[in-house]
């Protein structure tokens, strides 16, 4: 069992559609981290939250730190948001390790 | 744009060479951390340097090496070439070694024939 799961694998919306990305992981962490990468390689940092809920435009992420488990919201989806969605935890006593999901590939459609 | 260039973009090398990878993190930043991506995977911490010294490493044999410069630029350097080791290198850098916002590169995609 992979130390950080993510829900769906796939995803396919419609422009301005509400879509949500889950993370459930299983070890102690100091900080979650939601990075968007796009076709090429890229990867480009969206979020880092070790509690409540940040806000970045039309994107929100949420933890639950006791619950282990977070949730990328994006509002409004637009063709361009399509990307491939990665969690990932520095966890707690590693100091500089983080551990990736595999990824959750999103395609919105017009 | 992250101000994290790496160099070369693709490259091609043959099972037991050597390979050595580059990148250029942004102004300020003094640690940097390269990671493995095979395709349809997510990607696999192999080392962070801070401050020109190894500062934590995950799973990877000894034949991949890197080093940071004063200037906070870094190498990945990986010996006797194994046709798993084709894969996306990424490096990341950032300005504290844990619980900051990380700054990719494009990678490298290296391919081992």
């Known amino acids: 069992k992979n130390e950080v799961e993510q829900s769906p694998q796939n995803l396919t919306a419609q422009e301005g559609e509400f879509i949500t990305i889950n993370c459930s992981y299983s070890v102690g962490i100091s900080a979650l981290h939601w990075l968007q990468q796009h076709p090429g390689g890229g990867i480009v940092s969206l979020f880092m939250?070790?509690?409540g809920k940040k806000k970045h435009g039309r994107l929100i992420a949420t933890i639950n730190i006791q619950e282990k488990h977070s949730s990328l919201h994006i509002t409004a989806s637009h063709p361009r948001d399509s990307a491939v969605y990665i969690c990932?935890?520095?966890?707690?006593?590693?100091?500089?390790?983080?551990?990736f999901g595999t990824g959750t590939r999103l395609q919105v459609t017009l | 744009e992250t101000g994290v260039t790496q160099s070369p973009t693709h490259l091609i090398k043959t099972r037991g060479q050597q390979v050595t990878l580059r990148c250029s993190s942004q102004?300020?930043?003094?640690?940097v951390s390269w990671y493995q991506q095979a395709l349809g995977q997510g990607p696999q911490f192999i080392f962070q340097?801070?401050?020109?010294?190894?500062?934590g490493r995950g799973n990877f044999p000894p034949r991949f090496s890197g080093l940071q410069f004063p200037n906070y630029s870094s190498e990945l350097n990986v010996n006797a070439l194994e046709l798993d080791d084709s894969a996306m290198y990424l490096c990341?850098?950032?300005?504290?070694?844990?619980?900051?916002?990380?700054?990719f590169g494009s990678g490298t995609q290296l391919s081992v024939l």
């Open positions: 939250l070790s509690s």
């Open positions: 340097y801070y401050r020109e010294e190894e500062n």
């Open positions: 990341a850098s950032s300005t504290k070694t844990i619980n900051e916002k990380l700054f």
């Open positions: 102004s300020g930043h003094n640690t």
């Open positions: 990932a935890v520095s966890e707690a006593g590693t100091a500089s390790k983080l551990t």
